[in-house]
């Protein structure tokens, strides 16, 4: 079956421009991850969706993030005014009882 | 807070050899314990997935364990190959925020030399 799908999978943008990143997840996953990877770093958790819970939204590292999904499926995360330091690899991954499935992410660059 | 350690970074070693890989995490209450395998440039490939009341899962030359009491998991390589040359990361569900985001080592990069 289709696994996570993530796009783009590459995107270059401006400094200060607006960017929008889309995760479909695998059908019937109730649970949606973002996470981050910097160049060389480890995974930067950034928001968790389960089912019609409140996100945990802990890990926005600013006002200038945000995420939505709707309808318990398609993810998109938002990253508004976006800086150098936003240029990172955004992963996705969707899951069922904490297990976890990734898509391949999309790279942003921030220019 | 829970902490994921991952010993050692790196490691390199040749063709045929047997290998551990170690993870270690510092909250005992876990639901399961994944790892993860990431190529460069790429997103991350579940590899296994232990459940807090297993103590091991097989995949083909890959044996995890887990040992929730000591807050420790290994994932045994056997028969290394080059097409084996990745990170590895262990993640472990972390509930302390209510949500069950999950928490990440920092990886082992493994090199298998011809």
């Known amino acids: 079956g289709a696994g996570v799908s993530q796009s783009p999978s590459n995107k270059v943008t401006e400094k200060g421009k607006d960017v929008e990143l889309r995760c479909d997840p695998i059908?019937?996953?109730?649970?949606l991850y973002w996470y981050r990877q910097s160049l060389g770093q480890g995974l930067e958790f950034l928001i968790y969706?389960?089912?019609?819970?409140?996100?945990?939204k802990s890990g926005l590292p600013s006002d200038r993030f945000s995420a939505e999904r709707t309808g318990g499926s398609v993810s998109t995360l938002t990253i508004q005014r976006t800086q150098q330091e936003d240029s990172a690899v955004y992963l996705c991954?969707?899951?069922?009882?904490?297990?976890?499935?990734f898509g391949q992410g999309t790279r942003l660059t921030v220019v | 807070k829970q902490e994921v350690t991952q010993i050692p970074a790196a490691l390199s070693v040749p063709e045929g050899e047997n290998l551990v890989l170690n993870c270690s995490f510092t909250d005992s209450a876990i639901y399961n314990l994944q790892w993860f395998r990431q190529d460069p440039g790429k997103g991350l490939t579940s590899l296994l997935l232990?459940?807090?009341?297993?103590r091991e899962q097989t995949s083909g030359r890959l044996n995890a364990s887990l040992d929730k009491s000591s807050g420790r998991s290994t994932l045994y390589i056997a028969a290394s190959q080059p097409g084996d040359s990745a990170t590895y990361l262990c993640a472990v569900p972390y509930s302390g925020a209510g949500s069950y985001q999950l928490t990440f080592g920092k990886g082992t990069k493994l090199s298998v030399i011809p």
């Open positions: 059908s019937g996953h109730t649970a």
């Open positions: 232990i459940q807090s009341s297993q």
């Open positions: 969706f389960q089912g019609n819970s409140a996100p945990d």
């Open positions: 991954a969707s899951g069922m009882n904490t297990e976890a499935f």
